[in-house]
């Protein structure tokens, strides 16, 4: 049983869990502003920068939220990396006291200020809380869908139905992920008594109707494009091997991401859960919404890598399940989560190595993709100018995207290959691939008898290297091309 709130709702030391709160919130706005401003873009947020410049209902990669969000942030304060991740910084806060809320309705203003906290210990959001990722909105909506479920629970009427129904179709909009919260509701609702009684009342289904008129805004691009979201999202379900190194690689990596003081309260939380969900809805609402979506994941990991930043939107429920945990018998559960800010700290840490270069650990730097940017556009452009290349073509979107940020001179920049990312994404300035243009990537994409395919000229490598040190990771090579045999904005070039 939750304990019952106390009058004052006072933590430890006479602080209240909402003045806890407030310093908790004022100190992640500050490390989060001041990161998103020092740190620089890395290639997909440069990429997703791009889409933002594009205004569509939908992209080659995802749905349309994140580009959405960071061309607000651009608008507010700028073409810059604090302008890009504005918005998801404000989500992270957003996240948090919503995070704060559910654990409020759990137990009591403690149990919401240690959920709170929670959840900003866990790896993931300490760490990358402000980037500018689709898993910003995604966990932001699949949160806000949690909340109004819960804020509706045994009430009457549908407001708080429409109201998740519109978050939940917003979560699909920022990733189709969400998509798992569906049956994660019909498995809350459809496992007790109490939930299959509200399942014969309308709410339910109106919620459901309004989720699916949102998401038709993507699923009405899709259809104009011939399904290329859908193809490239929904293609990684399908499994071509057996390798279940991969779950264990799952099981671990997110044992250590959610911060393994916060995976065994939740671990706990979740087991309490299960047996007393006819009693305790709301934890059961925390469980039943991450079940669908979990196991997708494990089996997903039995055949291919389950990318770490993937379950990012469950940790919301794990944060307010673990703090119930807490309360559900202290002892050493409270000591357990007294060791949990050390996850935040490590989060801090993180940023502050990513925002300072003189922190790099050479070769096995773990930020070495956002290093030394701005000075190798400018070495690109000045060998672009040295051999009198007009427009500069690179093999990847990630190196496409950050030339494009940092373009000291504004010449042309496409990818070449891969031209189904840039439908309705047109540059500014079209490249005229009539006049010689400059191929620059990494030495190893580089494949000069596919470039021979696909230019009547193909010269010599000219390397290039991104900051100092001389790695595989930072190796780049230039070559000058002209007399294009084909339509490469049409058609492209695929070495």
């Not at 708080?160 to 979560?171: D, E, K, N, P, S």
């Not at 979201?229 to 990684?236: S, V």
């Not at 469980?287 to 379950?311: G, I």
Request: proline share 7%; hydrophobic share 50%.
């Amino acid at each position: 049983m939750s304990p019952p709130p106390s009058p004052s709702g006072s933590g430890a030391q006479g602080l209240s869990p909402k003045a806890g709160l407030a310093i908790l919130l004022l100190g992640l706005a500050l490390l989060r502003l001041i990161s998103a401003a020092a740190t620089p873009l890395t290639e997909d947020e440069a990429y997703y920068r791009l889409w933002s410049q594009h205004l569509q209902l939908g992209y080659f990669d995802h749905p349309p939220m994140t580009a959405w969000w960071i061309r607000g942030g651009i608008l507010l304060v700028g073409d810059n990396p604090l302008g890009v991740r504005l918005a998801s910084v404000l989500a992270s806060l957003l996240a948090t006291l919503i995070v704060f809320d559910l654990g409020r309705m759990l137990g009591n203003e403690r149990t919401g200020f240690r959920a709170a906290l929670l959840y900003n210990c866990t790896l993931t959001i300490a760490a990358a809380g402000a980037l500018a990722v689709p898993d910003a909105p995604a966990g932001l909506f699949w949160a806000l869908t949690l909340w109004a479920l819960a804020k509706g629970d045994g009430r009457a009427g549908i407001r708080w139905w429409v109201a998740a129904g519109a978050a939940a179709g917003l979560a699909a909009l920022s990733k189709y992920s969400a998509l798992f919260l569906a049956p994660g509701a019909v498995l809350w609702l459809g496992l007790t008594e109490a939930g299959r009684k509200t399942l014969a009342r309308p709410g339910p289904w109106i919620a459901a109707a309004i989720a699916v008129g949102v998401f038709c805004l993507n699923i009405g691009w899709n259809a104009a494009h011939h399904w290329v979201t859908f193809d490239k999202q929904f293609g990684r379900a399908a499994a071509t091997r057996f390798a279940p190194r991969y779950l264990v690689e799952f099981a671990i990596g997110q044992f250590l991401l959610l911060n393994p003081a916060v995976a065994v309260l939740a671990g706990i939380g979740a087991v309490s859960a299960w047996r007393a969900r006819a009693m305790h809805r709301l934890p059961w609402l925390m469980l039943a919404s991450t079940m669908p979506f979990l196991a997708y994941l494990a089996l997903h990991s039995l055949h291919d890598r389950v990318q770490a930043h993937w379950p990012a939107p469950l940790y919301a429920g794990a944060a307010a399940l673990a703090a119930w945990a807490v309360d559900q018998a202290g002892d050493w559960r409270a000591i357990l989560a007294r060791l949990a800010p050390a996850g935040l700290g490590l989060g801090v840490l993180a940023v502050a190595h990513a925002a300072l270069p003189a922190t790099d650990f050479g070769s096995r730097d773990p930020a070495l993709q956002l290093r030394g940017w701005p000075a190798f556009a400018q070495a690109v452009d000045a060998v672009r100018q040295g051999v009198g290349a007009g427009w500069v073509g690179t093999l990847s979107y990630g190196v496409s995207a950050q030339l494009q940020a940092a373009n000291p001179s504004g010449a042309p920049t496409v990818q070449i290959n891969e031209r189904e990312r840039y439908e309705g994404l047109a540059p500014a300035i079209a490249p005229d691939l009539n006049r010689p243009g400059l191929i620059v990537d990494l030495d190893r994409r580089l494949d000069l008898a596919a470039l021979r395919a696909c230019f009547a000229q193909v010269g010599p490598v000219v390397p290039i290297n991104r900051g100092a040190l001389q790695t595989a990771d930072t190796h780049y090579g230039a070559v000058r091309v002209s007399g294009p045999s084909r339509d490469l904005l049409s058609r492209g070039c695929s070495p």
